[in-house]
């Protein structure tokens, strides 16, 4: 998945009381992270990035956080909201001041303008996603690194599909996959991937394509594979209910698929292009307004 080339800014004045409160809400509108101001006369501001894709959604969800905030008893003023559109690169950029090392179960993310030390026991990534989407900091990508961890076997043949920044194709090698075939439609994401996986030295087991689920299914055709036992797709659900057929034909028998992406209320329509396709969905989870689904071949 690639960064939209739009978002909103969203900044939020609120009591220092009810800083971290403020931080939770956007969190749990999709924020990947919140950047926070310097206290100032018993006020702060909070900030988040969200794709302009998302600003209907976002918007209804920011008049309820505005309501809980002022009702909360943690304020004697109403918070105060501003909004403004800004172009992917700059965002790009400014986010890194909050992104930091985070660790997601036995997976540790480092960007890779920080330097620190990873957790004892855990296995590292060292990231730079560029224009790409895929940091660990968002509920989606978070998703898939939980689940990733539950039902990822030694041994397995792994496809990502939609890769981004490569962060979970890469997570998936080093929690033991024998090989990981990763593809995205865009030449931005595919570059980043491809130079995350080098950086990382997983190149004997991550390989990046350009393309959707027809340049997976060529390679898995030419090597006459049959199938991959285990898919991931963080997508958005218009588009996994598009490639649900094809990435149906990805998988081995019994493969299972673990798709995300997926915006809280619409997992009946998830649920239906993947039992249309063939998959019976087993598992659901959600965290800060998205879904995950695991479903079988």
Do not use: Y
Not at 155 to 175: F, N, R, Y
Not at 206 to 230: Q, Y
């Amino acid at each position: 998945m690639t960064l939209p080339e739009r978002w909103v800014r969203v900044d939020l004045e609120v009591a220092a009381e009810a800083e971290e409160a403020a931080a939770e809400g956007l969190r749990s509108l999709g924020a990947g992270g919140t950047e926070h101001g310097a206290p100032q006369d018993g006020k702060v501001t909070v900030s988040a990035h969200f794709p302009q894709e998302d600003a209907a959604r976002v918007g209804a969800g920011l008049e309820e956080l505005l309501g809980r905030l002022a009702s909360s008893g943690l304020q004697s003023w109403a918070p105060r909201l501003r909004q403004e559109e800004v172009d992917g690169a700059d965002w790009a950029e400014g986010w890194k001041r909050f992104f930091h090392p985070l660790r997601i179960g036995a997976i540790w993310i480092r960007p890779s303008w920080e330097a620190a030390d990873p957790p004892p026991g855990t296995r590292p990534i060292v990231l730079d996603p560029g224009l790409a989407f895929g940091t660990g900091t968002h509920p989606t990508t978070r998703l898939c690194l939980e689940a990733l961890q539950r039902h990822l076997h030694p041994g397995d043949l792994v496809i990502d599909v939609g890769t981004g920044s490569g962060i979970l194709a890469m997570a998936a090698a080093l929690l033991g996959a024998r090989r990981v075939v990763a593809c995205d439609i865009d030449p931005v994401a595919v570059r980043v991937a491809r130079a995350n996986v080098e950086q990382n030295r997983l190149q004997w087991a991550v390989e990046v394509l350009e393309g959707s689920v027809g340049a997976a299914d060529t390679l898995l055709r030419r090597e006459r594979s049959a199938g991959a036992r285990l898919v991931v797709a963080n997508l958005l659900t218009s588009i996994l209910a598009e490639l649900a057929g094809p990435i149906a034909g990805l998988m081995a028998p019994r493969g299972l698929l673990l798709a995300s992406g997926i915006a809280a209320g619409q997992e009946g329509e998830a649920h239906a292009a993947l039992e249309g396709a063939g998959l019976r969905v087993q598992e659901t989870e959600t965290a800060g307004g998205w879904c995950l689904l695991a479903a079988e071949r």
